[in-house]
C-alpha cells in the first residue's frame, strides 16, 4: 500500500507539489505551536499570526485571478471588505441567538465567502469584457467604491426590524432598545472573537484545498486555456464568460473568507484605506507577483515573508520601510529581470553542473 | 447531401469586400483545398465559418443544420475544429493538458466533483488521459506529454494544434496553413498525417495552403480565391491547369 | 452662480489632474507600463520646491526650476535602475510592482527627510486673482495659471511628438519597439527622453498642485496619482489630449459631486462615473480600439 503510494507521488508531480505546500503549512503551524507552548513567541508575533493567515489566504485568491485566469485585478481588498461587514453584520446580529462560537462562526464564514462571491459574479459580468490595465483599473475603481459605500452605511435594529441610513445614526429612527450594528466611518463594534489561529490555518489549508484541486481539474484547465490564448480557447468550445466568472467569483469568496478571518480578531472593524482601500490591494498583488504569478506555494511564502519583515526591522524604527521597499525593489529585480535570470542560472550551472531547469514555471 | 454547403456568403469591413458571393459544396470524407493569393480573403473564409466573424449575408450548413452568424463555441460543439495561421497553443499548458481541453465538452464532471475529488472525477480524469494519449500517439506525441506546449519545436506545435482541434470531435476539420514553415521532410509526414486522420478518423477536411506539392499531393478538389471572389472550382489537376489560375498566381 | 463657481473649481482641479495625467498617459503610450511612483515624483518636486522657496528662501522661479531639473533626472534615474532592467520581462506585472517599490521608496525617504508632518506650502503663483460679475465669483491666480500652464504644455506635447525627430521616435517605439530599433531608433534613449519629460511634468504639476491646495506631506501625491490615472484611462490612455479631457472632465465631476451629493461619496461617484465610460466605450473616450487579429 505504502509503495503502491510512493511509487504514483513519483510519477505524479503535481500530487508531490501539492503535498509539499500543504505539508509546509502544517509543519509551520506545528511549529508556531510548539514556540507559543515554551512561551518563547513575542506578543508581537503572537498577534500576528491570525493576520498572517488573512494575507496568505488574499494572496492564494488574488493568484486564482492573476496567475490562473491571467487578469489583473487591483480591487482585491474590496471582496474582502465585503466578507469581513457581512460576516461581522451576522456575527453581531447573531450573538445572543446563536450562543455557541462555532456554530455561529462558520453560518458568519459561509455568509462572508457568499457575499463576496456574490460580488465577484455581479461585478464580474459587466467588468471582465474589459482587457488588461482597463480591468485593472476598473476592479480598482469597484474597490475604492465599496469602501466608499461601506463608510457612509448606517444599520440599526430594533423590534420592528432592520433600519438603513446613509446620513447618520440618528437618522435611524430606532426605537429605545433598538441597537446601532453598522455606525457609519465608525464601522462595526464588538463583534465576537471568534478567529484564532487554528481556525486561520484551517482556512488557509480550506483555500489551498479549493484553489490546488480547481487549477489540477477540468475547469481548471479550462480557465488556463483561456489565459494563455482566449480566441484558441474559443475554438475548441470553451466557454469564455463562464469559466472567467468562475475564477473570478471564486477568487472574491475566498478574499471574502480571508475578510471574515480578519473582521473576528478585531474588536472593531472599520473600512479604512489602509485595510481595506487600493493600498491593500496593491499590497496583495505585491504578494503574488514576488511569489511567482501562478505559483500558489510562492504566494504563502512571499505573504508571510513581506508581513513579517517591516515587523522584524521594528527595532531600525523609521527607516523600516525604506529598507522594505529596497528589498522589495531589489528581489523583483533578482526574481524577474532577464539579465538575472541569466546571471543566476550561470550560477546555478556552475554549482551544479547539471542540466538547467528552468525556473519561474507556470505550474504550482 | 454534402456535409458543408455554403451559399452566397459575404462579408465586408468597412468599404472593402473581403468575401463576396462565396459557394462551395464539400462531401463527406472530401480532402478539400482552399488556395489564393496573399490577402484573397482564405482566412475570412475559415473566420466566417467558425463565427469568429458573423457573415454580411449567406448561409452555412452544417451537416443539414443552420451554423450561419452562431457563436464560436456552438459552431464548434456543432462539429468545426479548426487550426491557426499562427500557431495558438495554451503554451503554459503540457501538451496532453493542450489536448485535454480539446475534450473538455466531450468528458464532463462538476466543479464540485473536480474540486472534492470525487469518484467520478477519478473515472473522467482516467478517460480523458487515455483518450488524450491515443490522440497523441497519432501524432507521435506521447513522448513529449508532460512537456509545455511551449517548449516543442515548430512542427510538432502545428501537429498538436491538429490533435487538439481533433479532441473535440469534429466532423470538419479547418487546417489553416498546415506546412507553414516546415522543411521538405516534416511537409511529407504533414502529408502523411492528414491522409491518416482522414482515413482513420473518417474526417472531411479544408485546408488553406500555399505549398503547392501538399495541394497537388492530397487535396481532391480545390477553390481558388483571388480578391474575395472565387476563381475556379473543381477537380484538383483541373484547377491547376486552368489559365486564370496560373495568371493570378503568376501574374501576367 | 454657484453652480460657475463650482464649475471654475472644478476646472482648476481638474487642470491638476491633466497636468499630472499627460505625464501618465505619456509614459504608458511609450513605455507601455503603469508607473504608480508618478504620483510620488510629484511629491518630491514639491518638497523641492517647498526646501528652496520656504526653508531657503529663495525666490519661486528657482523653487520651480530646481523641482523640475531634479525630477527630471530622478525620473531618468528610476527608468534606468528599477524599470529598464524589467523591459523585457516574462510578465508585464513585474515592472508594475517595481514602480510600486519605487513609490513606497520615495514616500520614505521623504519621510525621513521632512517627517510625516503636513506642511504648509506656500503658493508659488504671484498672479493676481481674477473676478468676475462684480465680485461674485473669484478665479484665483493659481486656478489661472494651472488651467493656461496645463494648455500649454499640452499644445507643446503635441506639437513636440509631431513636429520633431523625437517626438516622431516617440510614435514609433509606441507603436513596435522591435521595428524602431530596427529603423536605427535609440530605443533605450527614447524611452529615458519619455520618463525625463513625464517626471518635469510632474514636478510642475506638483508645485501648482500644493499652490492651489497647500498641504504637503510625503503620501500628498498618492491619491492625486491615482486620480490622475484614473483621469489618462477615463480619456484614453495613451492620448495626449485625452488625458486633458479626462483631467479636466474628472475635476468637474468630483467638485459637482462633492457640491451637490454629499464629499463623503465623491470619489466613489468619480470611480462609477469612469466604470459606466469604460463599459460603454472601453478604451476611454479617445482610445484607440485595437482588435487582437485571428
Known sequence: MQKAFMTKLKSNKTLKSNLITFGMVIIAYILMEILMAAGILSNLLKGLLVPLCVYAILAVSLNLTVGILGELSLGHAGFMCVGAFSSAFFSKCMQDVIPIAGVRFTLAIIIGALSAGLFGILIGIPVLRLKGDYLAIVTLAFGEIIKNLVNILYVGLDENGFHFSTKSSLDLNLSENGTVIIQGAQGITGTPHDSNFTIGIILLLLTLFIVLNLIHSRDGRAIMAIRDNTIAAESVGINITKYKLMAFSISAALAGLAGVLYAHNLSTLTALPKNFGYNMSIMILVFVVLGGIGNIRGSIISAVVLTLLPELLRGLNDYRMLIYAIVLIVMMLFNWAPACIQWREKIAYKLKKKKIVKINGKEA | ?252 | MSFLKYLISGISLGSVYALIALGYTMVYGIAKMLNFAHGDVIMIGAFTTYTICSTLGLPPVIGVLAAVILCTFLGMGIERVAYKPLRKAASPLAVLITAIGVSYLLQNIALLIFGANTKAFASVVSFPALELADGSITVSGETIVTILSCIVIMICLMLFIHKTKAGQAMLAVSEDKGAAQLMGINVNGTIALTFAIGSALAAIAGVLLCSAYPSLNPYTGSMPGIKAFVAAVFGGIGSIPGAFIGGILLGIIEIFAKAYISSQVADAIVFAVLIIVLLIKPTGILGRNVQEKV
Open chain 2, 1 to 252: 447531401m454534402a456535409l458543408l454547403e455554403i451559399r452566397n456568403l459575404g462579408i465586408s469591413f468597412g468599404g472593402l469586400r473581403a468575401v463576396d458571393d462565396f459557394n462551395v459544396e464539400i462531401e463527406k470524407g472530401c480532402l478539400y483545398g482552399l488556395i489564393g493569393p496573399n490577402g484573397a480573403g482564405k482566412t475570412t473564409v475559415f473566420n466566417l465559418l467558425t463565427g469568429v466573424y458573423k457573415p454580411s449575408e449567406g448561409i452555412i450548413h452544417l451537416d443539414g443544420q443552420d451554423i450561419t452568424g452562431k457563436k464560436t463555441i456552438e459552431i464548434n460543439r456543432a462539429g468545426v475544429a479548426r487550426t491557426f495561421q499562427n500557431i495558438r497553443l495554451f503554451k503554459d499548458l503540457s501538451v496532453a493538458d493542450n489536448v485535454k481541453v480539446g475534450l473538455h465538452n466531450h468528458l464532463e464532471y462538476n466543479t464540485l466533483e473536480g474540486i472534492l475529488r470525487l469518484p467520478k472525477y477519478r473515472a473522467i480524469e482516467k478517460q480523458m488521459q487515455e483518450e488524450a494519449m491515443e490522440l497523441l500517439r497519432v501524432f507521435e506525441l506521447d513522448g513529449e506529454a508532460d512537456t509545455l506546449a511551449s517548449n516543442l519545436p515548430y512542427g510538432k506545435q502545428r501537429k498538436l494544434e491538429i490533435a487538439r482541434a481533433l479532441a473535440t470531435k469534429p466532423k470538419l476539420l479547418l487546417l489553416d496553413e498546415p506546412a507553414a514553415g516546415m522543411n521538405p521532410n516534416e511537409t511529407q509526414e504533414l502529408m502523411d498525417i492528414i491522409g491518416f486522420v482522414r482515413e482513420h478518423f473518417d474526417m472531411t477536411i479544408l485546408l488553406i495552403e500555399h505549398d503547392m506539392r501538399l495541394v497537388s499531393g492530397i487535396c481532391e478538389e480545390l477553390t481558388v480565391l483571388n480578391f474575395g471572389r472565387v476563381l475556379c472550382q473543381g477537380k484538383t489537376a483541373d484547377v491547376l491547369n486552368n489559365p486564370e489560375v496560373i495568371k493570378a498566381y503568376l501574374g501576367e
